[in-house]
């Protein structure tokens, strides 16, 4: 731990963030702030009887490679400065479908859907500048949104803001041109794709996915209102199915709430999580031989209101070996283990296999939801009507706006509660912060800390914020830029009786559950929509401004309260400005919608403390790829062995292979090598490390781990690598495991 000298407390708000990092990283600034984000599942008409008639569109459907550095570089979702990655698990893709209206196609919207933490700002509007200079009047603000899958286990450093910066060094620019490059990509494809077909709805229960982490906010909601709910958490998954003309599936979209955090904190190899596994698991099922990112199949797992999500469905348990309380249900109210925030963490349905386990039953149970929908598309309900995008920008910074009940009310500009620090019990905080604190008596440490980052708050400000007491005053912390946005994207889609509420933040199962009515009875008491109105939510997306709860959980102040950064009527703000926009949705609404300015682009301002690659060096007597540790070539592997090679490597940052690969498993047929796997299936691993810092001598570990329905015969591993001379250029070179065979 660092010791701060009181005597001296001239220090600059920077020299402080940089000589503190890892103290600030460990328990104050982001120990989880983007830890939980969310999306609410769909609100769908029950009993509905009549049908409608199909109507056509035009869709498209494509996929991209947004995998940025998966080694040096921080992890996107848990703001832990010791979760630097070291390899990879499986890519990160962006997946897009683009439906127009077939009479109109100028009338059109583009969904994307992200294996990242959240949406970023800077990032769509990169993507959206992209996409207007190629298709000019096509791809708008208005049209394009970017969504997140929330994964925990995603490469970081591409949000613009500085509160997510501190744990990754700064803004790591090839994580943002990697995401960018990747999703322009993804809709390049889609819109190359385009053919007219048919949309459906449809929903179903699915189990054993979700749990509700913070049960005791939940029930400060009024009574009355809980009894209208089966569970403390949506368990309902909608799916848009997407047919061509003869009613072959061509992929669809699917909308449920469970926190990308199957994957814990102590996992450093990059990955989509759980709805990432997900939307591999369903487009390999489709097309077993198709290797991934090459599917015409496209699936899509979303997030809906996951706020109070968790994967982890056995629940949280206290993780203390010697101590009396060890193994026991971790306190209800404050989630701790001996007043500690530390021990207290959620168990997935496979912890006792592995974590990847965990994050595979999760991804399964998804699938299996998604497959029941799309093996009974007779059951689904025909999506018809106009296609309609509403967009503004709405500074939440004192909004002052009228409430149903004629009350006059204002959000905040953004704050951080001491419960923020607390982190969940998906990612536990540090220190003495716990969830469900809303005192302000609190160690003199942090109140010297939290006056030395951030301004102190002034009167109006803690007013505003009450009763959530205020430990990180970013909406006034402008240096060196800005640590939190203040204004945010407000964006509906609309398909047919489809509703897409496009979300800047993670809603919690009952602020999403209020958003969807608020917004369905609008549509309906409008007659823009009928009773056949369905209304989805989707987030955290455009731009990340962390956790909307209802005024009952702000007040309880666990992590979500505490990080619901624009105050107790955060909720209600966002019910009033996507009630404004309904009527824009109308099919002959021509007039658009007032709008507060754009947030500045803050990529010149930005600051980065990652150091280049400087060089590669192989070992003495040795080349890059040579072998170091080879594979049994004596007897053979059978279905559940771990096979494993060691290469002379090189930093993979050096060049990220974007649709390509770092190694591959190829299989010899018919005297020719053939590539069956790659680093993006679940069943390999690439793993990089330093083993000489000064000389830049690094080695590469892959493995394999066979599958069940492996065909016997001879393989050997590829692996694919990128070498950095300190004076001259990047060379790519390739390294090769013996042969062995699979009995």
């Not at 006059?408 to 923020?420: D, E, K, R, W």
């Not at 369905?520 to 987030?539: F, H, K, M, Q, T």
């Amino acid at each position: 731990m660092y010791i701060v000298d009181t005597s001296d407390l001239t220090l600059d708000i920077w020299s402080l963030m940089r000589s503190s990092t890892e103290l600030l990283t460990k328990g104050i600034l982001w120990v989880n702030a983007i830890t939980s984000m969310h999306a609410p599942g769909a609100q769908v008409p029950q009993n509905q009887s009549a049908q409608v008639s199909s109507g056509e569109y035009l869709l498209g459907l494509g996929i991209g490679d947004i995998t940025g550095p998966v080694v040096e570089t921080n992890m996107m979702g848990y703001a832990d400065r010791d979760q630097t990655d070291t390899g990879l698990h499986m890519r990160q893709r962006s997946r897009a479908w683009i439906v127009a209206d077939l009479a109109e196609p100028s009338n059109r919207v583009v969904f994307i859907n992200a294996d990242i933490g959240m949406g970023d700002t800077g990032i769509r509007r990169s993507i959206v500048h992209r996409l207007s200079h190629e298709y000019p009047g096509l791809y708008t603000h208005e049209n394009v949104a970017l969504v997140a899958t929330h994964s925990h286990a995603g490469v970081g450093g591409y949000l613009e803001n500085l509160l997510p910066h501190i744990t990754s060094l700064g803004y790591v620019k090839q994580t943002a041109d990697a995401i960018v490059e990747g999703t322009v990509l993804a809709v390049q494809r889609a819109h190359a794709s385009l053919a007219p077909g048919r949309l459906s709805v449809g929903n179903t229960t699915v189990h054993g996915a979700n749990i509700n982490r913070s049960p005791s906010a939940y029930l400060a909601n009024p009574e009355e209102e809980r009894a209208q709910y089966e569970y403390d958490v949506d368990k309902e998954m909608t799916l848009l199915r997407f047919d061509d003309t003869e009613g072959s599936a061509r992929g669809f979209l699917s909308f449920f709430p469970v926190h990308g955090t199957s994957l814990y904190q102590n996992n450093t190899l990059v990955s989509g999580d759980n709805k990432g596994m997900a939307a591999y698991l369903y487009e390999a099922m489709v097309e077993p031989d198709a290797m991934p990112g090459e599917t015409k199949f496209i699936a899509g797992f979303t997030q809906s209101n996951v706020g109070d999500t968790s994967p982890n469905t056995l629940g949280a348990v206290c993780q203390s070996p010697g101590k009396p309380w060890d193994g026991e249900p971790c306190d209800f109210e404050h989630s701790t283990c001996g007043n500690r925030t530390q021990d207290c963490r959620g168990r997935g349905p496979g912890f006792r296999i592995s974590d990847f386990e965990s994050n595979r039953i999760i991804a399964q149970r998804q699938v299996d939801g998604a497959k029941t929908l799309m093996d009974h598309a007779d059951d689904l309900l025909p999506i018809t009507g106009p296609v309609r995008a509403v967009h503004t920008y709405a500074n939440m910074a004192f909004r002052t706006f009228k409430l149903p009940s004629g009350a006059i009310v204002q959000t905040c500009p953004s704050a951080l509660g001491y419960s923020f620090a607390g982190g969940t019990t998906d990612g536990p905080g540090a220190f003495d912060f716990i969830q469900g604190d809303n005192s302000t008596s609190h160690n003199p440490f942090w109140e010297f800390v939290k006056g030395a980052v951030t301004p102190r708050p002034p009167p109006e400000q803690v007013s505003c914020h009450y009763p959530k007491p205020i430990l990180l005053d970013t909406g006034y912390a402008e240096k060196p830029y800005a640590w939190s946005p203040s204004t945010v994207d407000v964006q509906m889609l609309r398909v047919g009786n489809l509703v897409m509420l496009i979300i800047p933040g993670e809603m919690t199962t009952m602020a999403g559950r209020r958003m969807r009515e608020a917004i369905r009875a609008e549509l309906i008491a409008s007659g823009i929509i009928g009773e056949d109105a369905y209304v989805v939510i989707a987030g955290p997306a455009n731009t990340y401004a962390h956790y909307v709860t209802t005024q009952e959980e702000y007040a309880v102040q666990r992590y979500e309260g505490a990080s619901t950064i624009f105050g107790p009527y955060t909720l209600d703000a966002y019910i009033h400005e996507y009630g404004k926009l309904v009527q824009h949705l109308a099919p002959d609404a021509a007039e658009k919608p007032s709008s507060d300015p754009a947030p500045i682009d803050l990529t010149s301002e930005v600051i980065s403390l990652q150091l280049p690659v400087i060089q590669d060096t192989p070992p003495l007597g040795k080349n890059f790829g040579d072998v170091l540790v080879d594979v049994e070539v004596d007897s053979p592997y059978h279905a559940g062995d771990t096979v494993v090679a060691q290469f002379v490597g090189a930093n993979p940052r050096n060049n990220l292979r974007l649709e390509q690969t770092f190694m591959t498993v190829d299989r010899s047929l018919d005297e020719e090598w053939v590539p069956v796997r790659s680093d993006s299936h679940p069943s390999t691993a690439y793993r990089w490390e330093r083993t000489n810092v000064p000389f830049g001598i690094s080695t590469v570990n892959v493995t394999w781990e066979i599958e069940s329905n492996t065909p016997a015969g001879t393989y050997r591993f590829t692996y694919y690598g990128d070498a950095k001379n300190v004076v001259g250029p990047i060379t790519p070179f390739i390294g090769r495991s013996s042969n062995f065979t699979i009995a």
